[in-house]
């Protein structure tokens, strides 16, 4: 589990290796990650924007952009927190992601980036 704060934002990061929706004899690889988005901070805010970095052990990069996250804009009030479950494919059974959530504090709404730290996928066998 890895966690940072932004400006008031607390970000949490919990992966999981999926072994049933694997396929590593065509280099498909499946990971889930929890995140929690707590506000620690005096102000309401919603996340706008995601936007993520991804990669592979065998160095590829890839960079997934969008509204939201799964399909929502949740605006979090001050000691409240928005958890999510979403997954990504690798092509190897070792990589980490990292990005930033674009938020917007409601008060005045100022446009701010939280960091999302990097976290690492790696396949449970590779633990062992």
């Known amino acids: 589990m890895v966690t940072t704060i932004t400006e008031g ?9 999926q072994p049933e929706y694997s396929n590593p004899a065509n280099e498909h690889f499946m990971f889930a990650y929890r995140i929690s988005i707590e506000n ?4 309401a805010v919603q ?14 990069h890839r960079e997934v952009e969008g509204e ?11 000691g409240q927190s928005h958890e999510y479950i979403s997954g990504c ?3 190897t059974d070792m990589g980490s992601m990292k ?9 005045d709404n100022s446009v701010f ?3 999302i730290p990097e976290f690492y996928l790696v396949a449970s066998y590779k633990l062992n």
């Open 99 to 107: 990005g930033e959530y674009q938020m917007v504090r409601l008060m």
């Open 89 to 91: 494919n690798l092509k």
């Open 68 to 78: 939201g996250v799964v399909g929502v804009q949740p605006i979090i009030e001050p």
């Open 113 to 115: 980036d939280v960091a």
């Open 40 to 43: 620690v901070g005096n102000y």
């Open 47 to 60: 996340l706008m924007r995601r936007h993520w970095h991804i990669f592979d052990s065998n160095s590829t």
């Open 9 to 17: 934002v607390k970000i949490t990061v919990e992966t999981q290796y």
